[in-house]
């Protein structure tokens, strides 16, 4: 493979992607529940997450490297800029790309799950839509970015959970019940558990570099139990949904991740070297595409 692909790929962080896919997921399976669905909203959704995903690692990657945060020092994988595998101009380049795209299918996206709805509800979700690109570039790129005053966790519940599952449950359906912000903030929480994970492995170069994520301001002993906090939080709200509209036992077929979860938190309880983390960044990134799928499924039967 030409090693500038390689070097793009490898930009890209492929291993993100499952993360970013469980919130279409488990919210196409809650409208399918629900008796509506809809496959160009479910695949312009998937394109436009994949996008946004790529567009918030890339954009990682260059504000990091360009704010000084991402240094010798670094636990984590190598990243692009810094390494001087890929410059920072190029970088900046593809970043518009990916804006461009994310824009372009965003924009088809809610044309197709709004068509024939109320124009406030079609211009609502465009303004949702740019700023879930803004707050992609914005989380290291620029002054002040939010990722380094510990808002990523807020914004990754917010843009990964509550707008990511009810905004795909609402394109779909055109309705929008409050109860589906549960299951919503089960993967948000996993998703903020994800960033957690990355942000303690990170710790003391994060701190260092003055990059204030939450593991920095809470410190190491607290954050594991904040980790804690955030994974039971998922389990109890989709409980919460699953016992309001139960049917059958089979809906608790999500359940089936506790060993993992367990497992995990132990792993990462036990912990005294940040490195040795990573691993279990792509485990619960897996893990959370599993309860989408596993939390959809079961609501079918």
């Known amino acids: 493979m030409n090693s500038n692909i390689k070097s793009w790929i490898e930009a890209f962080r492929l291993r993100t992607l499952p993360l970013s896919l469980s919130s279409i997921v488990l919210g196409s399976f809650l409208a399918y529940y629900s008796g509506t669905f809809s496959w160009p909203v479910f695949l312009l959704a998937m394109l436009t997450t994949l996008f946004l995903q790529i567009l918030s690692n890339l954009a990682n990657d260059y504000g990091d490297s360009k704010n000084g945060i991402d240094n010798k020092t670094r636990v984590g994988?190598?990243?692009s800029v810094q390494s001087g595998l890929i410059s920072a101009a190029q970088m900046k380049k593809i970043v518009i790309v990916f804006s461009s795209l994310a824009l372009i299918t965003g924009s088809a996206l809610v044309y197709t799950g709004t068509k024939g709805e109320n124009f406030w509800y079609s211009l609502?979700?465009?303004v949702l839509g740019l700023v879930a690109v803004a707050?992609?570039?914005?989380?290291?790129?620029?002054?002040?970015?939010?990722?380094?005053?510990?808002?990523?966790?807020?914004?990754v519940f917010v843009f990964f959970g509550l707008v990511a599952v009810g905004g795909?449950?609402?394109?779909?359906?055109?309705?929008?019940?409050?109860d589906i912000f549960l299951p919503?903030?089960?993967?948000?929480?996993?998703?903020?558990?994800?960033?957690?994970l990355n942000n303690l492995r990170d710790q003391v170069s994060d701190k260092n570099s003055g990059k204030r994520t939450m593991v920095v301001i809470m410190g190491t002993k607290k954050a594991k139990i904040y980790h804690i906090a955030l994974l039971s939080g998922a389990i109890i709200s989709g409980l919460i949904f699953s016992f309001l509209h139960f049917h059958t036992p089979f809906q608790f077929l999500y359940l089936i991740i506790l060993p993992f979860l367990v497992q995990h938190i132990q792993a990462v309880m036990q912990n005294t070297i940040p490195k040795e983390l990573d691993p279990e960044l792509k485990r619960l990134?897996?893990?959370?595409?599993?309860?989408?799928?596993?939390?959809?499924?079961?609501?079918?039967?």
Do not use: C, E, M, W
Not at 184 to 196: D, F, H, I, P, Q
Not at 285 to 301: D, R, S
């Open 168 to 178: 795909t449950f609402y394109l779909h359906t055109n309705t929008l019940p409050a």
């Open 135 to 155: 707050s992609a570039i914005k989380y290291t790129v620029g002054k002040n970015p939010y990722g380094y005053r510990g808002l990523g966790d807020l914004f």
């Open 184 to 196: 919503a903030s089960s993967v948000g929480l996993l998703s903020v558990g994800v960033l957690n």
């Open 124 to 126: 609502l979700f465009l």
């Open 77 to 79: 994988p190598q990243r």
């Open 285 to 301: 990134a897996l893990t959370t595409l599993v309860f989408a799928f596993t939390f959809g499924i079961g609501i079918l039967f």
